[in-house]
């Protein structure tokens, strides 16, 4: 009886065995899969980044938690196109478990939420509050995919698109009349043309831009970054480029003419925007140059408000420069329709302002005239006992500019021990200052960052852009993108990346980043603005080639709804336009199944540093199609 003892396991044992043995067996086989999978993936990644799919992605995943057969259909990659064909003979096919988002009517084909004419008619016309941003609440949302107008193309590449534009694209022919007779736009068949005139500058820009260049040099690189307020279809900061000058445009939505539209259709940069009630949505010391050719704009009323709002945004040193009245009135009165003693007397004006500001005049020559902000505020705080208004504004934050209200005191520029200083810090001539550590960095103005830090940015991103080209060929061929917007800009390194190609960076400091940025990349010589991503940005439909969005719904995480800033990257990317996604693996899962249903060619590809990295990309191809096509 003891011996059959020794012999008989039991049942128990038994089965503990072989559970053992076949635990042993499937670890090894999972083994043998992820190790398969691994090499598998190391091939594809290998191959043209393109056509790289999720499987690699999925298996390193997959792996650590246990083995999962096949990945979710939603997960799966397609092949994706990134060239321009204006046309496409069908839609996606969307799955039937996936939200689709209906197209919206047509009437909304330039609808910008912010700045909707219906719902600014209910806010005062007195200096124009009606027409800043009045963004629409929750429950007005769209949920809807704002419609190409029929017949659109993709935008001739730049800098054809300098000169012209296809008239399908904008509609509207009320510019050509108004402006008829200075040269600003006129149609040709089915393109609108550009001359480059404007209403100061009838024999165009870039003759105009000369005569500036004799006064102020724009070509020793002092001069990076300008301001043009009331900026028209922007031919002023068209013609800038060419010299190396980036200049941020604005003007106010138009009822029907639609100019800042035009700007954007050209490849220039610009946005809606108005000088009213609220700060420009820019940093203080921004732009080295600002710019006004008969705008409109009422610098000498409401205790020079407006001027004064152009000083916080100059840097130390920063050059304002107005064409168009009441300059050279005694020669222009007449046909402004004016009397002489108006002119004069705004002129007068418009000089005491300046002189309160302790701006100096340089030069007023012909129908130009150029004022400088001082380098420091050593010397103006001597004279503001003498000239006590305005004041200095008392503790404030100068580069706060989102809904921030302008006030009638002057902000203060960073002090200085000796009046040869230049507030804030010198910055080196272009292109030197676009690798440079920004003087708000070295100096500790931005708490917890360091030179070390921008400067392993700034090789970062340019090791980041070059595997965006790998993945992107398109990307790296002249003429295919060329308005871009970084939403979550940081540094500026994505846009210093680009420098080199035939592109420009609208770098956008989200409002609730940890850190402001926004004053260190216009340093770089680099321009943006401020936004909050919880609301619709202000431009028109259709404004950007490519987006770059790095870690956006990570930091906008419980915020606001993902699908709303879907729907908004949406209105604003171009038909056939690319998005580049940034973001932790799971966070592009739950992207990919909302953006399945808006008409998008979707795919989630490797990081740069392999696939065994949580944050990866999702690559975006927005598909082509029109009002027509509903």
């Given at each position: 009886m003891a011996g059959v003892t020794v012999l008989y396991t039991g049942p128990y044992k038994y089965h503990k065995i072989q559970h053992k043995r076949r635990n042993i067996l499937s670890l090894a086989l999972v083994a043998l899969l992820c190790l398969a999978s691994y090499f598998l993936g190391i091939w594809q990644h290998s191959r043209s980044a393109t056509s790289s799919s999720f499987s690699t992605i999925f298996t390193a995943i997959t792996c650590k938690q246990g083995p999962i057969t096949t990945p979710p259909s939603s997960l799966v990659a397609s092949s994706l196109d990134f060239t321009a064909h204006h046309t496409a003979d069908e839609t996606p096919v969307v799955s039937g478990s996936t939200k689709r988002f209906r197209p919206c009517d047509l009437k909304f084909s330039e609808y910008t939420p912010c700045e909707d004419r219906d719902r600014s008619l209910?806010?005062?016309?007195?200096?124009?509050?009606?027409?800043?941003?009045?963004?629409?609440?929750?429950?007005?949302?769209?949920?809807?995919?704002?419609?190409?107008?029929?017949?659109?193309?993709?935008?001739?590449?730049?800098?054809?698109?300098?000169?012209?534009?296809?008239?399908?694209?904008?509609?509207?022919?009320?510019?050509?009349?108004?402006?008829?007779?200075?040269?600003?736009?006129r149609v040709d068949g089915d393109k609108f043309r550009f001359p480059g005139g404007g209403t100061m500058f009838p024999d165009g820009a870039d003759a105009y831009i000369d005569d500036i260049d004799q006064l102020v040099s724009?070509?020793?690189?002092?001069?990076?970054?300008?301001?043009?307020?009331?900026?028209?279809?922007?031919?002023?900061?068209?013609?800038?480029?060419?010299?190396?000058?980036?200049?941020?445009?604005?003007?106010?939505?138009?009822?029907?003419?639609?100019?800042?539209?035009?700007?954007?259709?050209?490849?220039?940069?610009?946005?809606?925007?108005?000088?009213?009630?609220?700060?420009?949505?820019?940093?203080?010391?921004?732009?080295?140059?600002?710019?006004?050719?008969?705008?409109?704009?009422?610098?000498?009323?409401?205790?020079?408000?407006?001027?004064?709002?152009?000083?916080?945004?100059?840097?130390?040193?920063?050059?304002?420069?107005?064409?168009?009245?009441?300059?050279?009135?005694?020669?222009?009165?007449?046909?402004?329709?004016?009397?002489?003693?108006?002119?004069?007397?705004?002129?007068?004006?418009?000089?005491?302002?300046?002189?309160?500001?302790?701006?100096?005049?340089?030069?007023?020559?012909?129908?130009?005239?150029?004022?400088?902000?001082?380098?420091?505020?050593?010397?103006?705080?001597?004279?503001?006992?003498?000239?006590?208004?305005?004041?200095?504004?008392?503790?404030?934050?100068?580069?706060?500019?989102?809904?921030?209200?302008?006030?009638?005191?002057?902000?203060?520029?960073?002090?200085?021990?000796?009046?040869?200083?230049?507030?804030?810090?010198?910055?080196?001539?272009?292109?030197?200052?676009?690798?440079?550590?920004?003087?708000?960095?070295?100096?500790?103005?931005?708490?917890?960052?360091?030179?070390d830090m921008f400067l392993k940015d700034t090789e970062l991103w340019k090791r980041r852009v070059g595997y965006y080209k790998t993945l992107i060929n398109q990307l790296g061929q002249k003429g295919r993108y060329r308005n871009l917007l970084d939403m979550n800009a940081q540094f500026g390194g994505f846009a210093a990346a680009l420098i080199d190609d035939p592109v420009w960076v609208m770098n956008m400091v989200p409002t609730i980043a940890k850190v402001n940025t926004l004053g260190a990349i216009y340093e770089r010589g680099l321009i943006g603005s401020y936004q909050d991503w919880c609301e619709a940005m202000s431009t028109y439909p259709r404004t950007y080639d490519l987006l770059h969005?790095?870690?956006?719904?990570?930091?906008?995480?419980?915020?606001?709804?993902?699908?709303?800033?879907?729907?908004?990257?949406?209105?604003?990317?171009?038909?056939?336009?690319?998005?580049?996604?940034?973001?932790?693996?799971?966070?592009?899962?739950?992207?990919?199944?909302?953006?399945?249903?808006?008409?998008?060619?979707?795919?989630?590809?490797?990081?740069?540093?392999?696939?065994?990295k949580r944050e990866k990309l999702l690559l975006v191809v927005k598909t082509y199609w029109t009002a027509q096509d509903q």
């Amino acid at each position: 009886m003891a011996g059959v003892t020794v012999l008989y396991t039991g049942p128990y044992k038994y089965h503990k065995i072989q559970h053992k043995r076949r635990n042993i067996l499937s670890l090894a086989l999972v083994a043998l899969l992820c190790l398969a999978s691994y090499f598998l993936g190391i091939w594809q990644h290998s191959r043209s980044a393109t056509s790289s799919s999720f499987s690699t992605i999925f298996t390193a995943i997959t792996c650590k938690q246990g083995p999962i057969t096949t990945p979710p259909s939603s997960l799966v990659a397609s092949s994706l196109d990134f060239t321009a064909h204006h046309t496409a003979d069908e839609t996606p096919v969307v799955s039937g478990s996936t939200k689709r988002f209906r197209p919206c009517d047509l009437k909304f084909s330039e609808y910008t939420p912010c700045e909707d004419r219906d719902r600014s008619l209910k806010f005062p016309r007195d200096r124009l509050i009606y027409r800043e941003r009045h963004c629409p609440a929750k429950k007005e949302l769209l949920k809807c995919l704002i419609p190409a107008p029929h017949g659109y193309r993709n935008p001739f590449p730049w800098p054809a698109s300098r000169g012209m534009a296809w008239f399908a694209n904008v509609p509207h022919k009320e510019l050509t009349v108004e402006k008829a007779v200075q040269n600003w736009i006129r149609v040709d068949g089915d393109k609108f043309r550009f001359p480059g005139g404007g209403t100061m500058f009838p024999d165009g820009a870039d003759a105009y831009i000369d005569d500036i260049d004799q006064l102020v040099s724009l070509r020793d690189g002092s001069i990076r970054t300008a301001l043009d307020t009331g900026c028209g279809v922007a031919s002023w900061g068209a013609y800038l480029l060419s010299r190396n000058i980036t200049t941020m445009s604005f003007a106010p939505r138009d009822s029907h003419e639609a100019q800042v539209q035009f700007a954007l259709e050209r490849g220039v940069p610009a946005m809606i925007g108005v000088l009213a009630s609220n700060r420009l949505p820019y940093p203080s010391r921004a732009f080295d140059m600002a710019h006004c050719s008969r705008c409109l704009i009422p610098w000498h009323l409401y205790d020079g408000l407006f001027l004064i709002e152009v000083d916080r945004v100059l840097r130390p040193g920063g050059y304002w420069i107005l064409s168009g009245p009441p300059i050279h009135w005694k020669r222009h009165w007449k046909g402004w329709e004016r009397t002489k003693e108006d002119l004069n007397e705004e002129q007068t004006a418009l000089e005491k302002v300046a002189e309160s500001l302790c701006w100096k005049k340089i030069k007023e020559q012909g129908d130009i005239a150029i004022w400088q902000k001082p380098f420091n505020h050593m010397d103006c705080k001597v004279a503001k006992k003498q000239i006590q208004l305005p004041n200095f504004c008392a503790a404030q934050n100068p580069d706060a500019a989102w809904y921030n209200k302008m006030e009638t005191c002057i902000t203060p520029l960073p002090e200085v021990l000796s009046k040869s200083q230049v507030a804030g810090g010198q910055l080196k001539k272009w292109p030197e200052r676009l690798t440079a550590v920004p003087p708000r960095i070295s100096s500790g103005s931005l708490k917890g960052v360091t030179a070390d830090m921008f400067l392993k940015d700034t090789e970062l991103w340019k090791r980041r852009v070059g595997y965006y080209k790998t993945l992107i060929n398109q990307l790296g061929q002249k003429g295919r993108y060329r308005n871009l917007l970084d939403m979550n800009a940081q540094f500026g390194g994505f846009a210093a990346a680009l420098i080199d190609d035939p592109v420009w960076v609208m770098n956008m400091v989200p409002t609730i980043a940890k850190v402001n940025t926004l004053g260190a990349i216009y340093e770089r010589g680099l321009i943006g603005s401020y936004q909050d991503w919880c609301e619709a940005m202000s431009t028109y439909p259709r404004t950007y080639d490519l987006l770059h969005a790095d870690s956006i719904f990570t930091l906008y995480k419980d915020r606001c709804d993902m699908e709303d800033i879907l729907l908004e990257m949406d209105r604003i990317l171009r038909p056939e336009g690319t998005v580049i996604f940034r973001d932790d693996v799971d966070t592009l899962v739950k992207i990919k199944s909302i953006s399945d249903g808006m008409r998008w060619d979707s795919q989630i590809v490797d990081h740069e540093d392999g696939p065994l990295k949580r944050e990866k990309l999702l690559l975006v191809v927005k598909t082509y199609w029109t009002a027509q096509d509903q």
